[in-house]
T-cell receptor
Framework: DGGITQSPKYLFRKEGQNVTLSCEQN?????MYWYRQDPGQGLRLIYY???????QKGDIAEGYSVSREKKESFPLTVTSAQKNPTAFYLC????????????FGDGTRLSIL | SQQGEEDPQALSIQEGENATMNCSYK?????LQWYRQNSGRGLVHLIL?????REKHSGRLRVTLDTSKKSSSLLITASRAADTASYFC??????????????FGSGTQLTVLP
């Protein structure tokens, strides 16, 4: 079945540690996105990629980094510079970076130890 | 910010009743999309309505769009317990040049009581 796989489902970060969240899609979509969701809130865009080897900052990119070396993969690193990383992280993809509907993974919940 | 705002923030109804959620936004849009999110899961796309459309149906879902009032509504008819979820509107709008942005509202939490 085609879809988006995020791993791990739960992740814990120690002080000063960088952690990487995985996002893989087999939908052959060009565009991929990372969102952050805080309790009772909507989604805020962290980074997006319109095509492989390209990515752009979203609204809240500080303290995060991404790469897009393969079409199917768009990992997100939460760096130690992100002082409030506790949140639910969602990865999404769409056929192109346009007005198409986005397909979402089931998220990674990140907490601080 | 272009972010849409849903109203109400929370809605509780009995099974079989209709549920109506509203979304307001600030600037001109290309289209508006509705998504559902079950607790602890990702979002699922429900329906897309373009700026030149006024109404769209999909099964028990009915979406309206009023661009003059910059608002949209989602109606779920004959609700079921399985419809319990958060519902988000998302607007697609143009930023500088031809770039498009998809911006999500803060959602309506719908609870359908059996």
């Amino acid at each position: 079945d085609g879809g988006i796989t995020q791993s791990p489902k739960y992740l814990f970060r120690k002080e000063g540690q960088n952690v990487t969240l995985s996002c893989e899609q087999n939908l052959n979509h060009d565009a991929m996105y990372w969102y952050r969701q805080d309790p009772g809130q909507g989604l805020r865009l962290i980074y997006y990629s319109q095509i492989v080897n390209d990515f752009q900052k979203g609204d809240i990119a500080e303290g995060y980094s991404v790469s897009r070396e393969k079409k199917e993969s768009f990992p997100l690193t939460v760096t130690s510079a992100q002082k409030n990383p506790t949140a639910f992280y969602l990865c999404a993809s769409s056929e192109t970076y346009s007005n198409q509907p986005q397909h979402f993974g089931d998220g990674t919940r990140l907490s601080i130890l | 910010s272009q972010q849409g705002e849903e109203d109400p923030q929370a809605l509780s109804i009995q099974e079989g009743e209709n549920a109506t959620m509203n979304c307001s936004y600030k600037t001109s849009i290309n289209n508006l999309q509705w998504y559902r999110q079950n607790s602890g899961r990702g979002l699922v796309h429900l329906i897309l309505i373009r700026s030149n459309e006024r109404e769209k149906h999909s099964g028990r879902l009915r979406v309206t769009l009023d661009t003059s009032k910059k608002s949209s509504s989602l109606l779920i008819t004959a609700s079921r317990a399985a419809d319990t979820a958060s519902y988000f509107c998302a607007t697609v709008w143009f930023s500088s040049g031809s770039a498009r942005q998809l911006t999500f509202g803060s959602g309506t939490q719908l609870t359908v009581l059996p």
